[in-house]
């Protein structure tokens, strides 16, 4: 089980920037995948979270409206597009694989500790 997170970067803010996350080793149809961000001195935390089974996601009050997390049909990727960045969106972005098939309707399966297999992180800087 690999995941493998890409294209951050230093931008201004209010732009908008899209996240890859690349999985293979598992099959992505019957799995849960989470985003999670930490930034320095600060503990991590869940950005958003998607059930890749029936499409069902679950977003953190802070990026609510802003974040987008998808996948493309047929790919083994998942996407977090952001928008309207902000300074407190800087930090070390992660996605993981969740210990469940699927959210479970749970806000509590959007928590680190229910995800394994963590890949490594991209950083994302936001400029004020």
């Known amino acids: 089980v690999q995941l493998q997170a890409s294209g951050g970067g230093l931008v201004q803010s209010g732009a908008s920037l899209t996240l890859s996350c690349t999985t293979s080793?598992?099959?992505?149809?019957?799995?849960?995948v989470g985003w999670f961000r930490q930034a320095p001195g600060k503990e991590r935390e869940a950005v958003s979270c998607?059930?890749?089974?029936?499409?069902?996601?679950d977003y953190s009050d802070s990026v609510k409206g802003r974040f987008t997390v998808a996948r493309a049909n047929g790919e083994n990727t998942v996407y977090l597009r952001m928008h309207s960045l902000k300074p407190e969106d800087t930090g070390v972005y992660y996605c993981?694989?969740?210990?469940?098939?699927?959210?479970?309707?749970?806000?509590?399966?959007?928590?680190?500790?229910?995800?394994?297999?963590w890949g490594q992180g991209t950083q994302v800087t936001v400029s004020s």
């Open positions: 080793g598992f099959n992505l149809d019957y799995s849960a």
């Open positions: 993981a694989k969740s210990k469940h098939l699927d959210l479970g309707g749970s806000p509590s399966r959007c928590s680190a500790h229910e995800y394994v297999s």
């Open positions: 998607m059930s890749l089974s029936d499409g069902s996601t």
